[in-house]
């Protein structure tokens, strides 16, 4: 590990525990706060995320200013359930529906920028069991009592849930067998980063709205080179939250998911100058199935689309003006 990232762990790598709710709103002042889940099928577990940031993070302490549910395109009650625990919800197909739509996580993400007026956004998984407030207090910590960082990175144990049992340290899949090493082979200093397929973590504003977004499963990737590039090694926090525990995805599935995020470290290597083929990566995935005649083959997309920083669409800088407007105004 190069010394400058064993630095960076021992001065931005904090606990959960070490940030509390009480101290954080204390010191929070003017800063606004938005939680936005997305979410996609997930009525068995949105509800209670919902429910605890708002009885622990607005009502009994006013942490949180608001929390947000894109819903992204689900066919069960994920919104009715979301809207009935106390979070605005958004269709995302809705949000800016002046822009072609397209799919994916990271659409659910980019649009809750036009929709949430937080200085600083927490980004939570709306798939997490025992979910606790310390998810949120922690990504808060470092941002609300130091002006330097921008980003910062939820860390956690990640055990994989079966039916037979669980197994520590299980979880994690493609993080440990794609991520980690493109991160180590092309990108060394965000090495220390122990989580960076994690979907909770949290920014500023400032800093969200002059990233490009992937809308697939490469977001969390891209947004984190993207943000080193940006805003450098200093900017970036990464906080300990404990365990995490959530709804794992066949191995089929884990395939796009590594195929996309395989993508996305092309686009930035290109992006950012280094030798990359011309061409970009074959998109097409072929897997097999077992069938009564043989083995069956199905070809599944892998290909993602990018969204361009929100501050370059027009309509969410004219609806940022008209709020700067409205608050000056107010006051």
Not at 249 to 260: K, N
Not at 272 to 294: D, E, I, K, M
Request: overall charge negative; some cysteine.
């Amino acid at each position: 590990m190069q010394p400058q990232v064993g630095d960076w762990l021992r001065r931005r790598t904090s606990m959960a525990g070490s940030w509390q709710a009480e101290e954080l709103a204390a010191v929070k002042n003017d800063t606004r706060v938005s939680v936005v889940l997305p979410a996609r099928n997930e009525q068995a577990t949105v509800g209670e995320i919902v429910t605890v940031v708002r009885r622990e993070l607005m009502e009994r302490t006013p942490l949180v200013d608001e929390v947000v549910v894109i819903d992204s395109q689900s066919d069960d009650m994920t919104a009715m359930v979301a809207a009935e625990a106390g979070a605005q919800v958004f269709a995302q197909n809705e949000v800016l529906p002046g822009l072609p739509a397209m799919t994916g996580k990271g659409e659910a993400l980019w649009k809750s920028l036009a929709v949430t007026g937080g200085d600083v956004v927490v980004f939570v998984d709306a798939d997490l069991r025992d979910f606790g407030a310390h998810f949120v207090t922690g990504l808060l910590g470092p941002l609300l009592t130091d002006g330097s960082v921008g980003y910062v990175k939820g860390c956690y144990d990640r055990p994989f849930i079966s039916e037979y049992g669980s197994v520590k340290g299980g979880g994690g899949r493609v993080t440990e067998l794609v991520a980690r090493p493109l991160i180590n082979m092309h990108w060394p200093l965000l090495a220390g980063i122990i989580q960076p397929l994690g979907g909770e973590y949290a920014a500023r504003r400032s800093l969200l709205e002059r990233l490009p977004f992937v809308t697939g499963y490469g977001v969390e990737l891209g947004l984190l080179v993207d943000a080193l590039e940006m805003a450098g090694l200093d900017a970036l926090a990464q906080v300990d939250l404990g365990t995490r525990t959530h709804t794992h995805q066949p191995v089929a599935d884990l395939a796009v998911m590594a195929g996309q995020i395989m993508i996305t470290a092309w686009s930035r290597l290109k992006r950012q100058g280094h030798f990359v083929p011309f061409n970009p990566p074959a998109a097409a995935l072929t897997q097999f199935h077992r069938a009564l005649s043989g083995h069956r083959a199905i070809v599944r997309d892998m290909g993602v689309d990018e969204r361009p920083p929100m501050l370059t669409v027009a309509a969410y800088r004219e609806d940022r003006r008209r709020l700067s407007i409205e608050n000056v105004t107010s006051r």
